[in-house]
């Protein structure tokens, strides 16, 4: 199963933009990206998703390099309300099946 | 719409016993799902469901069954408890394979 690597945590100045790196080198051509965020004591919270092309909605942007084997989601600017853990998925479907695999996440810490 | 809801919030389970967690959601997706998160870890999908009367096991489904009579309802049965099922359940929703939309999660202690 192809996994997803995310640097363990990162700290970030409020106001400031924030990029939060995910390396998945296994991946396959079929495997969507997505990225989830958990406050604390909460269930996760979907942020954005893709499979080739960069994105962006109103709460990020996600940039895909050009082989797939890595992404970067970009918080514009960074708020108090932005601290969690920001979890890198692959969201595959092999033989029919949905295996959605969780990477480690990044602790992202926002100094006022 | 309430969205996702789960209970109990909190519940401590003796081994052995067994117990149902509830989970509704009312935004009529067909995709369901139920996830743990053991502490410090990131979640496990353990069952999902893409329709009512469709269920497939995800990654960690010993120790678990569902079912799904209903669009809106996705229960978790718990059958013989183990201290290895101590963890927080998160139940999650969604319209289509992508964006999911997760309960507030039920905390399960099993001593």
């Known amino acids: 199963d192809a996994k997803t690597t995310q640097p363990n945590s990162m700290e970030s100045n409020e106001e400031e933009p924030v990029h939060l790196p995910c390396n998945h080198s296994t991946i396959s051509g079929t495997d969507y990206i997505h990225w989830y965020r958990q406050l604390p004591s909460q269930g996760p919270e979907y942020v954005i998703h893709g499979l080739t092309s960069n994105v962006n909605n109103r709460m990020a942007s996600l940039a895909i390099a050009e082989d797939r084997k890595s992404s970067t989601l970009i918080l514009h600017r960074a708020t108090l309300r932005d601290a969690a853990v920001y979890y890198c998925i692959l969201r595959g479907d092999t033989s029919g099946t949905y295996k959605y695999i969780f990477g480690t996440g990044t602790r992202l810490k926002v100094l006022a | 719409n309430a969205g996702v809801t789960q209970t109990p919030k909190f519940r401590i389970l003796k081994i052995g016993q067994s117990m149902t967690l509830q989970c509704a959601q009312d935004m009529n997706h067909n995709y369901m799902y139920w996830y743990r998160q053991d502490p410090g870890m990131g979640l496990k999908l353990i069952y999902y469901?893409?329709?009512?009367?469709?269920?497939d096991k995800g990654e960690v489904p010993n120790g678990y069954n569902v079912s799904r009579s209903t669009t809106e309802d996705f229960p978790l049965r718990l059958e013989l408890a183990a201290p290895s099922q101590t963890s927080v359940y998160f139940c999650?929703?969604?319209?289509?394979?992508?964006?999911?939309?997760f309960g507030p999660g039920t905390r399960l202690t099993v001593t």
């Open positions: 999650a929703s969604s319209y289509s394979r992508e964006e999911q939309y």
């Open positions: 469901s893409v329709g009512a009367g469709i269920t």
